[in-house]
C-alpha cells in the first residue's frame, strides 16, 4: 500500500472479530514503530502485548473505575467484551526522564511509534485503536503488563485485531484553518 494511501484510509476501530492475526504481521508492525524520529536516539518506547489471560484483571477494576465499586454485574460484562473481546492488546510506554522536556519529546517519539505501527497494521489489513481511558493509567495496567511505573509511563493500549466495523472517517478541520504560509 502507498504510504498516502495508508494515511488516509487508517481509521481508529471500535469493533474487533475475535480471530488472532498473525503473530509476523504484529512483529513487522512494533519494527515499523521503532523506526520512529527520536532524539538523541533515546529510543524511549516499550511495548508489551497482553494476550487475553493477562487482561482478564483489568476487567473488574475498569467496571469498578467506570460504575462502583461495587459494579454492576451488567457493567462488568460490558466491560469484559472491550478489554477481552480484540484478539491483542499492546500496552506502550516512554521510559520516563527526570527532565521535563527530553520526557516532552520522548512522549512525542512514541507517539510517531504508535502512529507507524498503526500505519504497518492497516497496510497488512489489520485494524488498530490508540486508547487512554482510565484503565490505561490504573496500577493494574502496569501490573498486567510488568512495568513499573517509577520507570515506564503508560501511554496508552493499542487494541489490534481484524475490523468488525471500520467507521466513517470523523471530519477534519478545513486546511486553511490550520496551515498558513508567509513569505
Ligand atoms: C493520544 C490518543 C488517545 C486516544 N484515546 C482514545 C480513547 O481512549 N478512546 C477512543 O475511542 N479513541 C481514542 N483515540 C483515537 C481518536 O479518538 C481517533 O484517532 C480520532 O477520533 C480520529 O479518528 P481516526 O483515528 O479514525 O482518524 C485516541 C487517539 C490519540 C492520538
Given amino acids: 500500500m502507498h504510504v498516502h494511501d495508508a494515511l488516509t484510509t487508517r481509521r481508529t476501530v471500535h469493533h474487533y472479530r475475535e480471530d488472532a492475526v498473525p503473530a509476523e504481521v504484529i512483529r513487522r508492525a512494533v519494527e515499523a ?5 527520536n532524539h538523541r536516539m533515546t529510543q524511549p518506547w516499550r511495548f508489551v502485548l497482553l494476550g487475553r489471560t493477562a487482561r482478564e484483571p483489568l476487567v473488574a477494576r475498569s467496571a469498578e473505575l467506570r460504575a462502583g465499586p461495587p459494579a454492576p454485574p451488567e457493567v462488568i460484562e460490558r466491560i469484559r467484551g472491550k478489554i477481552v473481546g480484540p484478539p491483542h492488546c499492546l500496552v506502550v510506554g516512554c521510559v520516563r526522564s527526570d527532565d521535563d522536556f527530553r520526557m516532552g519529546e ?3 517519539a512514541v507517539a510517531c511509534a504508535i502512529q507507524n505501527l498503526s500505519l504497518s497494521l ?3 489489513g489489520v485494524a488498530s485503536k490508540w486508547s487512554t481511558g482510565a484503565i490505561t493509567r490504573d496500577p493494574a495496567a502496569y501490573a498486567a503488563a510488568g512495568l513499573d511505573p517509577a520507570e ?3 501511554m496508552g493500549f493499542v487494541w489490534i485485531g481484524f475490523a468488525d466495523q471500520v467507521p466513517e ?3 477534519r478541520k478545513p486546511l486553511a484553518e490550520v496551515f498558513t504560509e508567509r513569505e
Fill in 169 to 171: 472517517a470523523p471530519a
Fill in 122 to 124: 492497516h497496510a497488512d
Fill in 106 to 108: 520522548d512522549r512525542s
Fill in 152 to 154: 515506564v509511563e503508560i
Fill in 33 to 37: 514503530a521503532i523506526l520512529a524520529p
